[in-house]
């Protein structure tokens, strides 16, 4: 399982409930990675999303407590990290493979969901925003793999941080 997160500075990931700043090569680069897997996140999240709505052409695992979320083909409701791991295997047994899952925030996902996850997309912006969610703090199993030249959009500066797991 993948996570792929975009966070500021002092790796905080979002403020009242939504993002603070909407990169437009970052949102393609969430595009291009999760288009036609699968993507986790959590109810807040979804609100965060065009028209609040889970995002199309892959399929969507939300967690929440909640019973009255639409489900479909390509829309899945979880209600507890235990459910969230009964349909992981289904969806592995139909044929997805480990790689194909991105967790996809918010903290309170990113938080529970970290321990199970091996290789983490990180868009690191050389800013300091508000904040009042932040992405955990990776502790020394994990190893930055790649790491981009930095690069500029709406006067926004940032690179591509990979980081792994040790074993
Ligand atoms: N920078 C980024 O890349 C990025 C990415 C995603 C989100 N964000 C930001 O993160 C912030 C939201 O984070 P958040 O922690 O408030 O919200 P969140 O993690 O998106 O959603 C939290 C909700 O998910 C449900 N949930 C979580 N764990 C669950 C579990 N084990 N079982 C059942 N339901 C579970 C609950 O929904 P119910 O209340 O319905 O039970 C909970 O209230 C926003 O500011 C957003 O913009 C940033």
Known sequence: MNCIVNVDKNFSIGYEGDLQVRLSPDLKR???FTVGNIIIYGRNTLATF???RPLPKRKNIILTTRKDL???NDVHVCHSLEELFDLKERLIEEGYSEDQ???C???SVYRQLLPYVKKIYITQMEVELPSDSYFPSLGDEWKITYESDMQESDGIKYRYVNYEREE
């Open 50 to 52: 065009p028209k609040e």
């Open 70 to 72: 639409e489900e479909s």
């Open 105 to 107: 925030g918010g903290e």
């Open 101 to 103: 899952f991105f967790v």
């Open 30 to 32: 969430f595009k291009d």
